[in-house]
């Protein structure tokens, strides 16, 4: 089993929609957790930060459950700009980001 | 405000050649990282650097060389190319390492 899996998609959605992927991770000891957004043939970057109790910023929610082991990220009203890889990211170690695992990531696809 | 700065963007190498991909970070991170991104993978860690003088391998080293003599810079040899080192490599850094990393541009690599 992989120690982050993702499902690669690719997810198709219409401007406006909702849309939401879950990410699992397999070491139940894992610290922190991040979604970052990586653009055709660009860099990763970070998109946000996950926290236990659950942090939205605009239109993009992420949640953590521990108990299953997945994060999740929901996109709201979604813009074609939304169209982009989402890489799931965890860290067993808190403040140590030589263990951060990444997942392959989830392709999507706004459409107009 | 630079970033991270890798060169060069492309390059195409034969087998048993070497070369130098270069990183540079203007952020006064202490930590910084290369990976490599392969269709269905995910990032990968090649090596890593805490600080100036240290670096550790991560969990694909083997064919590369690191080193970290100043803050700024952590350049990845690849010591005698081989086509398996196809890849896009991708230098980041981050404050303490801490899981928001700060990723170059990447560099496109491919050995024949």
């Known amino acids: 089993r992989k120690e982050v899996e993702q499902d690669p998609g690719p997810f198709n959605v219409p401007e406006g929609a909702t849309v939401a992927f879950n990410c699992t991770y397999s070491n139940s000891a894992s610290q922190s957790f991040f979604w970052y957004r990586q653009d055709c043939r660009k860099e990763p970057k970070l998109l946000m930060s996950?926290?236990?109790s659950g942090n939205e910023d605009g239109r993009f929610t992420a949640q953590l459950n521990r108990a299953s082991q997945y994060i999740s990220l929901l996109i709201r009203d979604s813009k074609l700009s939304d169209s982009a890889t989402y890489l799931c990211?965890?860290?067993?170690?808190?403040?140590?980001?030589?263990?951060?695992?990444f997942g392959s990531g989830t392709q999507l696809t706004v459409l107009p | 405000n630079a970033g991270v700065t890798q060169t060069p963007k492309f390059q195409v190498l034969k087998t048993g050649q070497s070369m130098t991909l270069q990183c540079a970070q203007d952020?006064?991170?202490?930590?910084m990282s290369w990976y490599r991104q392969d269709p269905g993978m995910g990032l990968r860690l090649i090596h890593y650097?805490?600080?100036?003088?240290?670096?550790d391998q991560g969990e694909v080293p083997n064919g590369y060389n690191v080193s970290r003599s100043t803050t700024e810079d952590f350049p990845l040899r690849l010591l005698s190319a081989a086509p398996s080192q196809t890849s896009v490599y991708f230098c980041?850094?981050?404050?303490?390492?801490?899981?928001?990393?700060?990723f170059g541009e990447g560099s496109r690599l491919t050995v024949l």
């Open positions: 990211v965890v860290n067993p170690l808190s403040g140590s980001a030589r263990q951060l695992t």
């Open positions: 650097s805490v600080g100036a003088g240290i670096t």
């Open positions: 980041a850094s981050s404050y303490q390492g801490s899981g928001e990393l700060f």
């Open positions: 996950v926290y236990s």
């Open positions: 952020m006064n991170h202490e930590y």
